[in-house]
């Protein structure tokens, strides 16, 4: 059977870092084709050649047996190549469906851009992936996840031979995973080839006929899934076995380091009180949309609340916060925050590693203060966090996702900090760099901290978290022990919560 894509001895480089040594890749028609390795491995400089993307220094590149050169992406887009990218290329201010056609939109017989088409168009693609949205509506407007589906249909749009996935499902919960899925099968039986990246390994095992594992911009080698298992294979992408995933969980805690006290986010919803000790880190558990993003989020004003008090250790905070003072003011008390999207909200990309990781110190310090040992103090983190970066003056955008998260984790950790608030830690992160947030944020409650946290990867909740709080319409319904929650636990919480009682204290 012809290959749809067969790429030979590809290398590139950027200056003096390799980012690829000589990989070769095969994918056959009707097949997904799982791409895995850590951050920084090569698998999106591959991707980003057969999309058009970036220019090989030195390979061979064949579509069904045909040599081809592809200098940008329209020429990967004209021969059926159509890539959804990790990180989201949607315009805010177009609408859906001008984002989905842009570039390839519809045309009716005048040469005008045929609206009602691309729209009607756009609404099919959008109710394939079960997604309410209109095709008018701001991508502005829309959630992370909801994004992420457009950039999905946007791909689908295109009616490509060639579909690569670039961790697609990094924003979606277990329900939207499934719509994904259901996407993916149908494109395979209908003999395209899907290129799937994801450092989710069940995705990997649930969806791929074959897998190639990069290590350091060089191929590990190509396997059936059937010959695989997840520890195989995690083994291949860091070089080593993973003997414990998460470190040992707390034996013992201190003192209430935060007291939510009666949260109440709007008008009638019921109040919610929840506590994190010293040592401890508590995840917020549930099915997605329940509001345990709304609790955390409302906790430093990002989110607006009806009424609340927040206790970090002796210091009080009355709520409702604006988004502008309540990061602020929770910082100044010792509480501090990583959010979900690091790219748009937590970090500054055309700013240096060293300036991101010395911004909240900075900004607390005041722009006069002098910077005492600045210079040792990035040098501390970036060896602290093993962050991967040619030179701490390196624009934080030119890091792989995982070494911009360990930057985000170091800008926010400081010596004041007490309670820290995390949105998904390990959000787009190979499982080696998962290990050392892991660490980090175990370090952390060791120390005396306590992490309240949220995730939708429930194997990360149940194994990283000494208590979880499961959370159902706004409000707390059940509560467990790490060791001894399960997916079953949870959710049997969740749906079994009753809709007419109050919310308990945790």
């Known amino acids: ?21 000589g990989v070769s890749f095969r994918l056959a028609p009707g097949t997904v084709h799982a791409l895995v390795g850590e951050n920084g491995a090569g698998k999106s400089t591959l991707m980003k050649i057969l999309s058009g993307v970036v220019t090989p220094d030195r390979g061979i590149l064949r579509l069904r047996g045909e040599r081809v050169v592809l200098p940008h992406p329209r020429a990967a887009l004209d021969r059926g190549i159509a890539t959804v990218f990790q990180e989201l290329s949607l315009l805010p201010n177009l609408t859906v469906a001008e984002n989905i056609f842009l570039g390839h939109e519809p045309r009716n017989r005048w040469g005008m851009v045929d609206r009602r088409v691309m729209e009607e168009r756009t609404a099919e693609l959008l109710a394939a992936l079960e997604l309410a949205v209109s095709p008018r509506c701001l991508v502005r407007q829309l959630s992370l996840a909801e994004r992420q589906f ?21 924003a979606l919960n277990a329900a939207d995973v499934e719509k994904l899925f259901r996407q993916v099968r149908r494109l395979r039986e209908a003999g395209t080839g899907i290129i799937y990246i994801s450092h989710r390994l069940e995705e990997v095992f649930a969806l791929a006929d074959t897998v190639t594992v990069l290590k350091d911009g060089a191929e590990v080698g190509t396997y059936g899934t059937t010959d695989l298992d997840p520890d195989r294979l995690i083994a291949l992408m860091v070089g080593r076995d993973l003997v414990d995933l998460f470190p040992p969980r707390a034996t013992e805690t201190g003192e209430v380091a935060l007291a939510v006290e009666e949260l ?32 955390l989020r409302s906790l430093v004003g990002l989110v607006p609340c009806q009424s609340g008090r927040v206790r970090v250790g002796d210091a009080v905070l009355d709520l409702p916060l604006g988004a502008r003072e309540g990061i602020r003011a929770g910082y100044a008390r010792g509480m501090g925050m990583i959010p979900e999207d690091r790219k748009e909200e937590g970090l500054l990309l055309d700013l240096s590693v060293a300036g991101n990781l010395l911004l909240t110190s900075e900004s607390l310090r005041g722009a006069l203060a002098p910077r005492h040992k600045a210079r040792e103090e990035v040098a501390r983190q970036v060896e602290d966090l093993a962050i991967k970066t040619e030179s701490p003056e390196a624009p934080v955008a030119s890091l792989s996702g995982g070494n911009q998260q360990k930057v985000l984790l170091g800008r926010v950790l400081g ?53 979880l709080l499961v959370v159902h319409g706004g409000r707390v319904v059940g509560k467990m022990r790490g060791e001894e929650a399960t997916d079953h636990a949870i959710l049997e919480a969740a749906l079994a919560a009753d809709p007419e009682a109050g919310g308990e204290a945790a």
Request: glycine share 12%.
């Open 1 to 21: 059977m012809t290959a749809l894509v067969e790429l030979e001895d590809i290398g590139k480089s950027y200056g003096p870092t390799v980012a690829l040594r």
């Open 150 to 170: 457009v950039e999905i249909a946007r791909g689908l749009g295109a009616d490509a031979q060639v579909l690569i996935l670039d961790e697609p499902s990094a």
């Open 264 to 295: 109440r986010l709007s008008e009638a919803a019921p109040t919610v009180s929840l506590s994190v000790r010293r040592g401890e880190i508590v995840g917020l558990a549930g099915l997605e949309g329940q509001g345990q993003r709304e609790i």
């Open 415 to 467: 010596p004041e900090l007490e309670v820290l608030l995390v949105e998904e830690p390990t959000r787009g992160v190979d499982v080696g760099a998962k290990v050392e947030i892991y660490q980090r944020l175990r370090e952390f409650a060791e120390a005396g901290g306590a992490v309240l946290l949220l995730s939708r990867e429930t194997l990360e909740l149940i194994g990283l978290c000494d208590r």
